[in-house]
C-alpha cells in the first residue's frame, strides 16, 4: 500500500489514502486515484484522470485525459455491490475512454487484457472480458457481459450488443451493430452488421499458414450449406468431419457449439 519512493505524483492530483502507485509510475495534474486503486508499475495518467472503485492498472498502461476508469456500472440492477475492474500490462487508453467494474449478476469483475488499444472515447461496460491486443476505433461501445478474444478490431463508432461473443481475430467495420456472436477470424460490416466473409488481411499479418487460411476459406463455405439445418448443426457436422485437420477450424466449431445468450452472424 501507498505510493512507491520512484513513483512521480503531481501536486495538483488527488490520491485518496489507501490507493497504491507502483514504481515509476506517473500521476499527472488534476487526476484523482481513489482509495481502492492499484496502479502497477510504470503506469502512466497524463493529466486529468479519474481512476475509481477497486481498481486495478497493470504495468506500463498509460492513460489519456478524461478518462473515467472504474467507476460504477451503467446499469439500473447494480446496487452498490463491490466489484472490480481489472486492466492488463501495457494498453494505451486515450482521450474520454470510460471502463466501468463489474454487477454482482454478471460475476463482478471487468477484466481488460494486455496490450490494448482504446481510442478516444471508446466504452468498456460491465463484467466484459475483453481480451489480449485489442483494438477500439473511436466511439466503439461494449455493452454489459460481452466477451471479446484476442486480436480483435472494433470499427469507429460500433456498437457491441450486450451478451454478444466476439471471436478471436475478428474485425468489425466502422459504423456497424453488431447484435449476434461473430465466430472466430469473421469480417463483420453493414450498419446491421452481417458476417461478410473472414478477416484475411489480419490471418496473413499473423502469418497465418496458407494451409489453414485454406481450411478456414472451407470450413465457412461448409457453415453457409446444408438447408435446413441449423447453423449449430452444420458447425456439428463440421466438426465430426475426418477432414478437420486445421486447429483455426477447430476453434470456430468448439466457438459455435460453446455456451451462448445470443445467436450468431451466419454467412451469407
Known sequence: MGIAPTAQVHESAVVEPGATIGAGSIVGPFCV??????????????????????????????????????????????????????????????????????????????????????????????????GDRVIMVNSSALAGHCVVGDDVIIGGLSGVH?????????????????????????????????????????????????????ALRAALQALKQGEGASFQERARRLGESDEIDSDYVREIVDFVLGDSDRSFLTPE
Open 162 to 214: 450486450q451478451f454478444v461473443r466476439i471471436g478471436r481475430g475478428v474485425i468489425i467495420g466502422a459504423v456497424s451493430m453488431v447484435t449476434n456472436d461473430v465466430i472466430p477470424y469473421g469480417l463483420v460490416q453493414g450498419p446491421r452488421g452481417r458476417l461478410d466473409g473472414l478477416n484475411l488481411v489480419g490471418l496473413k499479418r499473423r502469418g497465418v499458414a496458407k494451409a489453414d487460411i485454406t
Open 33 to 130: 486515484i481513489g482509495p481502492e486503486v492499484t496502479l502497477g508499475a510504470d503506469v502512466v495518467l497524463k493529466s486529468h484522470v479519474v481512476v475509481a472503485g477497486w481498481t486495478d492498472i497493470g504495468d506500463g498502461t498509460e492513460i489519456f485525459p478524461f478518462a473515467s476508469i472504474g467507476e460504477i456500472p451503467q446499469d439500473k440492477k447494480f446496487g452498490g455491490e463491490r466489484t472490480r475492474l481489472i486492466v492488463g500490462k501495457r494498453n494505451r487508453i486515450r482521450e474520454g475512454v470510460t471502463m466501468n467494474t463489474g454487477t454482482e449478476g454478471g460475476g463482478g469483475i471487468t477484466r481488460v487484457g494486455d496490450d490494448g488499444l482504446f481510442l478516444a472515447n471508446s466504452h468498456v461496460a460491465h463484467d466484459c472480458q475483453v
